[in-house]
């Protein structure tokens, strides 16, 4: 009919420790949730900046081979211009092969080509070009609009040549009369070694990259790996290592399973201009702090569910103790009249009612302890009582002690299970009695509701009443002395 007190319940704590445990996890979710989800997005913007700086990087060797070859381009037309001005004013040096050598020796030149007006080789330095045209190939035909203006000059990039496929920079303008035009041809040792020593793979080796972050330039036609951070890769496709773009969006943060250097990564690329730049980094080092940050997180959800516990427990404590001093009587230890009255109007509406059996009980003499022993010896009087009563028939249910001298059980038991408990308070008194050399008796009165199903409780009570105040008259009847000496 009441509760254990101070202590929860096992299935209590097993609920508690539940919801603790449901609560942890949540927290440790969320903060998982948030952490990996600012390592994403800490990862992507390492990417954007490091694929800017690639680009920007790519760009501007773009730049400098540009510059590079208009430098060169302008200086070749200012060579084939001083050319066609001595062929204009040596006499006979277009029909001779040494002297023209003579000359492109003396202009750093490689090659002297003289074409008439119809656009086919005359003259120069290298007779088995004699009769070749603009119209002999790819590469003669770049000067064909030259044929329509006369006031034209110009330059090839570097080019595989028509004759012998030898990469070769020409450069074409007209005499100063307009009747033939002078080619010179040079290799282009300077540009192609500045070439050779700005390649994509110079560019990427040079970019400042950590552990588990690599970098790939791969051209954007073929996918062809120009340079990359990651040993190994340079030289083989995208698609080789693992890495199918059709299957990635740009701009974004993918995750690629594995590539053939390992993984799984996170993998961000973009296509600018020629190239595709390629940011591989490991999921492993983008997450490497997330089990230390979960660690320390669940180190101190433990340690402050652990804080909480305690201040929950203690809180508890207190509450329970102050509900437990508010309906415990404090010299005998059992429930008091407050939680009687509590205990009986619950119990009415309890299908358990008509099971109950309603103990009355009242010391006898009492008063007459008191006053010849003293209070003191009273109250020895009906804490030892409360005692007994406690230990014979409190194992069947609640006693309470409702006044002065004044006691209620709602116990459950059968006939049998009270005769043998009276007969064992009997005992006890009795013993009591002749240890202490004063009288410890008590009037009892028994109602059971199964025998009077019709009564309320407090009828029962009432009944109860009765029959312990007919008890207590067959005692004083027997001692011969007055019942209000009680």
């Not at 303008?173 to 010179?184: L, P």
């Not at 009587?329 to 009986?344: P, V």
Request: net charge negative; charged share 25%; glycine share 8%.
């Amino acid at each position: 009919m009441h509760g254990n007190g101070k202590r929860v319940s096992r299935q209590n704590k097993l609920q508690l420790i539940a919801i603790a445990v449901c609560v942890m996890a949540l927290l440790l979710g969320i903060e998982d949730f948030i952490i990996s989800s600012g390592n994403r997005s800490q990862a992507y913007r390492t990417a954007t900046l490091l694929t800017d700086e690639v680009s920007g990087l790519l760009s501007a060797k773009a730049r400098r081979e540009q510059t590079l070859v208009e430098s060169l381009k302008e200086n070749y037309i200012t060579r084939a211009r001083a050319v066609a001005y001595m062929v204009d004013h040596i006499p006979g040096i277009d029909s001779d092969i040494e002297e023209l050598e003579r000359v492109a020796s003396l202009m750093s030149i490689d090659e002297i080509q003289i074409f008439d007006a119809t656009g086919t080789i005359i003259g120069g330095t290298v007779p088995s070009y004699y009769g070749y045209s603009l119209d002999s190939g790819e590469q003669m035909a770049f000067f064909k609009p030259m044929l329509g203006d006369r006031t034209l000059a110009m330059c090839q990039d570097v080019t595989p040549n028509t004759a012998e496929g030898k990469s070769m920079m020409y450069a074409m303008c007209w005499n100063g009369q307009g009747e033939r035009m002078i080619q010179i041809g040079i290799e282009p040792v300077r540009l192609l070694e500045e070439l050779r020593t700005d390649t994509v793979s110079d560019v990427v080796s040079s970019l400042p990259v950590y552990e588990g972050l690599d970098v790939l330039v791969a051209d954007w036609e073929s996918e062809e790996i120009l340079g990359a951070t990651l040993n190994g890769a340079a030289g083989r496709t995208l698609i080789e290592l693992g890495i199918d773009l059709q299957k990635l969006k740009p701009h974004a943060l993918n995750s690629v399973s594995r590539t053939e250097f390992g993984g799984p990564y996170y993998c961000t690329y973009r296509s600018p201009e020629d190239y595709t730049i390629v940011i591989l980094q490991e999921k492993r080092y983008v997450n490497r702090s997330l089990p230390v940050i979960m660690l320390t997180l669940s180190l101190y959800l433990l340690f402050s569910a652990g804080v909480l516990t305690v201040i929950v427990r203690r809180m508890t404590s207190r509450i329970v103790d102050e509900q437990e001093n508010a309906n415990t009587d404090s010299l005998t230890g059992m429930r008091n009249r407050r939680a009687y009255e509590t205990d009986m109007q619950a119990l009415q509406n309890d299908p358990k009612r008509l099971e109950v059996v309603y103990i009355s009980m009242d010391l006898n003499g009492l008063k007459e302890i008191n006053d010849h022993h003293g209070h003191e010896a009273g109250d020895w009087l009906i804490t030892d009582a409360a005692e007994y009563m406690k230990e014979c028939y409190g194992i069947y249910g609640t006693l309470y002690r409702i006044g002065g001298d004044e006691f209620a059980a709602l116990v459950y038991a059968d006939a049998w299970q009270l005769k043998r408990a009276d007969v064992l308070f009997k005992q006890k008194m009795d013993t009591w009695t002749r240890r202490r050399g004063w009288e410890m008796s008590v009037s009892i009165g028994i109602a059971y509701a199964r025998e009077e199903p019709s009564l309320s409780l407090s009828e029962l009570a009432k009944l109860a009443d009765e029959r312990m105040y007919e008890d207590k008259a067959k005692f004083y009847q027997q001692k011969g002395r007055d019942r209000r000496a009680r």
